[in-house]
């Protein structure tokens, strides 16, 4: 019998799965792209999308690509591989956190692209937190040029020696 904690952890183990596949399908494309644009081929896409598509702003992607490639890292081991995958644990926030902010990543990634580039690109973020005990930040990662940023953050309980931020742009980014 497979109990609700044994059946949300394989929720989360096909999750993981699914965005660890699509961000390979994002990082292999951008790959891709960066071959042919330096073996001169014109005709390689401009864009490459997680499904194959092109929809995807290479520049993008290559702006998020150091923090998709450190978040498949910690999300390896949950991957189906060569090896048997580990069942992963909803319990376990660090865990929940990077399957987070890899399909946040993935989810700006695969927003349409306005015409004129990204300087159009809005970026809307809502967070609802009920308990922080470490860290949380509605965005996090290196500072985009020209994006209209819209983050709002609702926590009820911050622990002593919580952090909560809005935008966290880091300082060696």
Partial sequence: MLTLAGLGGVALSEGIRFLYGQADQVLRGRREARASASAGDASSPSSVSADGATSLDHALVERF???IRALMVELEPYRAGTGAPVLADPG???LVDTAEALRRILSVLGGPVPPGGESARTVDVQLDVEQVAGYV????GRAPKEVDLKVRLKT???????????VDFGTGS
Wanted: overall charge negative; proline content about 0%; hydrophobic content about 25%.
């Fill in 156 to 166: 009820r309980t911050v622990d002593e020696g919580g952090e909560v931020l809005g």
């Fill in 92 to 94: 376990n926030r660090q």
């Fill in 137 to 140: 930040a509605g965005v996090r």
């Fill in 65 to 67: 690509e150091g923090d």
